[in-house]
Each structure stands twice: as C-alpha cells, then as structure tokens.
C-alpha cells in the first residue's frame, strides 16, 4: 500500500473535512508515493518517536497532534519542531496528523473513551460538526439510469446515518440542440432540437469524495456534454463533534467512577465534587477540553472528564455542583490507538502503537 492509499484509508474512516478550521491534519511531511512498511501510532512527533519508529521498521508515523500545526515561515533544526521533521525526512518517515477529526468522527477517539466508559444514547456535546455535504443532480437518458445511479454510489455518493444508496428519481423531458459540425450528440441529430426521456438523480455527498464522484458519473454518462449541479448544503454530519455526553446504565458514585478511569489507564491528575456524589450523565473530551465545561453545565451532566481544566471553569462547576475529572493529555489520549492498529492490521498492514510517550506527567 502507498502512503496515498493509506491516507486515503485514513480520510474514509476520520474524515480530514471534520478538522477545525484552525487545524492542520493529514500527510504534513513525507513522500505520498512511498510504499508503507509499517505504521507506528503515537500522540506526538518526539525523538523518541522517530527513534522508535526505525526500530520497529515503520515508515509511517501517524500521531494525534500535527507536528506543523501553526503555519511556518522556517525550518531550523537547532529547534525542536525543525529537528524533528528534518529527522523524519532524512529517515524517509512520513507524519501523518489525526487531529479534531479524529475526536470529532463518528468512531473516533471521543466514541472510543465513551464506549470504554460505557456511556449509552451518546450525543455531540457542542454543535461542532463540520458543514461538509453537497447535493448532486445529474440529468440521465432513462436508459443509462442505473448506470449512472451505480456509479454515482460506487463514488461514495449517497450515504445518510447507517443507509447506502440513497437517492431521489423523477422523470422528466430534457431538451437540447447540438451545433452542426461540432457536436455529435448521443441521441438526436446536429441542428435539431431534441427532447429526450430523462431522469434527474439526486444525491447527498462528502465535499472531500466530491471529484471521485463527479469523476464516476462522467464516466458512466453517455452524453458528450453532461448537464449536473453541484451545490454546497448547509446540513451537519450527527453525531460528530469535539465532545460527547452519554448516561451509564446506573448511577455510580464520583469515586467509582473515577477508579473506573483509572483501571483504563487513564492517568487522572484532579476531581472536583464529593467522592460519595451519585453520577449518571457522563461528559466527556479527549484532549484539552476546559473550554467544553459551560456547555457540560447547560446539559446538566453531573460528571465532566477532560484533560488540563481552567480554574475559573473548576468554579463554575463547582457553583452549580458538576463534578470534573481532569485526566492528563497523554493517556486519555492514547485510547484509540489500539482500535485503529487493529483496522491497519486487517488492511494487511503492520500496525504498533508507541510505548515511548510522552508521558510527561509523573504520578506523585
Ligand atoms: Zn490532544
């Protein structure tokens, strides 16, 4: 498999569309048409990384934080982040970013914490789904209908929630008049108008499968010229965003709670509210999520765990009697990993998750 391919892969199970604006995710250094030996998942680009990474023979690194993440103007490596990419260009490791769409797609690392948790009836905390769709009408002879329908789903057009195939057909008379001399139409004669017996096929579509789509559909098309329109919707992905809230099946107390975190290996570093507090509505964000605790409050959760809380949202919590567990970065991070090495490995590709960190925080 290509470092493409395997981008590609990526792309299909985290969409790269679902990144914040303020994101950089996707292949940030590396060579798209190298062969992938091995891929090593990790939170962050470090030298021990990289180091790890030759070891193991992997030439892919793929890690939860870019290691570009702000637009550069220089690369110097007697800086860290030059230092790191110059090391992975010179042992030809490609880095590959999983970043807020990761946490934001259906599956990915926010749905894995609440599945470990074993939250039900789980939702997007905040509306932060991406707006991503477009809607594509195609103008058909009704005899390449099902051609072009075919090829239109092939292309990845036409999923909604758990349905494939989705599609609305209507009938209709299309009329057009091709140049003499410059034109030799499918149906009709150069120079006569036509009315042809049409169907107007309508999908829904990523934007980011948008040119394979368009691509299949000219392919299967019979007509020289194809009338088509394609236009950006306004309609949000469910189920997507940074955070998620969800209910256990039965209250616990704040203290079991908390023991069940750490039985993940969760590294938790501080809770708010009594040990004895019975909690049931459960939210949660991987990664920094301090600014999430106001919406947190206004969903009534009565647990909110994230990594590196603020003080003044501690305070908030604490007024309304939400009770927080603040975990560190790195290991509550860390847990999709295994999840998607086992989908590389059935992709027939060698697939590790990194020993070497960083675990920055020590546990006192
Ligand atoms: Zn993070």
Same mark, same amino acid.
């Given at each position: 498999m290509k470092v493409s391919t395997l981008v590609d892969l990526l792309d299909r199970l985290y969409?790269? %569309?679902?990144?914040?604006?303020w994101d950089n995710v996707g292949l940030?250094? &590396?060579?798209?048409?190298a062969e992938v030996a091995g891929v090593l998942l990790a939170l962050d680009v470090t030298r021990d990384v990289l180091a790890e990474a030759g070891t193991a023979g992997c030439n892919v690194v793929i890690t939860h934080?870019?290691?570009?993440f702000r637009p550069i103007r220089r690369l110097n490596e007697s800086e860290l982040q030059g230092a790191l990419v110059g090391q992975a260009l010179r042992d030809r490791i490609a880095l590959i970013a999983l970043h807020t769409n990761l946490d934001s797609a259906v599956g990915g690392l926010n749905d894995t914490l609440c599945d470990l948790l074993g939250l039900q009836g789980v939702k997007p905390l905040?509306?932060? &789904?991406?707006?991503r769709f477009y809607k594509l009408a195609v103008f058909v002879p009704e005899t390449h209908a099902d051609k072009v329908r075919q090829a239109l789903f092939d292309g &990845? %057009? &036409?999923?909604?929630g758990n349905y494939d195939s989705c599609s609305f057909n209507t009938q209709g008379v299309g009329t057009f008049r091709g140049m003499v001399g410059k034109t030799s139409p499918f149906l009709g004669t150069p120079g006569e108008l036509e009315r042809a017996q049409e169907i107007k096929i309508e999908v829904i579509l990523r934007r980011e499968v948008a040119g394979r789509v368009v691509g299949a559909m000219l392919g299967a098309h019979p007509y020289e010229e194809v009338a088509y329109d394609l236009i950006p919707l306004h309609n949000k992905e469910s189920g997507t965003g940074l955070a998620r809230i969800g209910k256990l099946a039965q209250a616990e107390t704040l203290a079991a709670f908390t023991k069940r975190v750490q039985d993940l290996g969760i590294f938790v570093k501080a809770v708010l509210g009594a040990p004895e507090k019975r909690v049931q509505k459960v939210a949660l964000c991987s990664g920094?999520?301090?600014?999430f605790c106001t919406s947190a409050l206004s969903h009534g959760a009565d647990v909110y765990l994230t990594a590196e809380l603020k003080h003044h949202h501690a305070l908030a919590a604490h007024d309304k009697g939400m009770a927080l567990v603040e975990t560190d970065h790195y290991t509550l991070e860390q847990k999709h990993w295994p999840r998607l090495a086992e989908i590389l490995s059935g992709q027939g590709l060698k697939a590790k998750v990194s020993e070497r960190g960083p675990e920055l925080w020590r546990r006192p």
């Open positions: 969409p790269f %569309a679902l990144a914040e604006e940030i250094a &590396g060579d798209s048409r934080h870019p290691v570009i905040v509306d932060s &789904g991406r707006e &990845g %057009a &036409g999923h909604v920094a999520g301090s600014d």
